[in-house]
Nanobody
């Protein structure tokens, strides 16, 4: 059973920073695709950033230049460094992984992932 453990959420003021962590377990080797997604009340789930097994990253246009993915392969942990946070970044952030196959073309709309964490709240005040 794949398990994802998230941490690092919290409340910050506009312009502040947070670092989210996600540690995956329950499968052998590195995942084919892993990333962060977010959802605000009344809105659909949105892909934030993903990384494939080759280390290639993709970011939502809304976070490009502000958010950065990184990995610690030995710890099977994915990080999301979030800088210059704005109120529109307020959401529940979910870690997710795909254990086989390439990252889905629909990832920006939250598609293609097999396992999900419980989410961590990020709140940005103006």
């Amino acid at each position: 059973q794949v398990q994802l453990v998230e941490s690092g959420g919290g409340s910050v003021q506009s312009g502040g920073s947070l670092r989210l962590s996600c540690t995956a377990s329950g499968y052998k080797g590195m995942p084919y695709c892993m990333g962060w997604f977010r959802q605000s009340p009344g809105k659909e789930r949105e892909g934030v950033a993903i990384i494939n097994s080759g280390g290639d990253t993709n970011y939502a246009d809304s976070v490009w230049g502000r958010f950065t993915l990184s990995q610690d392969n030995a710890k099977n942990t994915l990080y999301l460094q979030m800088n210059s946070l704005q109120p529109e970044d307020t959401a529940v952030y979910y870690c997710a992984t795909r254990v086989w196959g390439a990252c889905s073309a629909s990832w920006r709309a939250g598609g293609g992932m097999h396992y999900w964490g419980q989410g961590t709240q990020v709140t940005v005040s103006s």
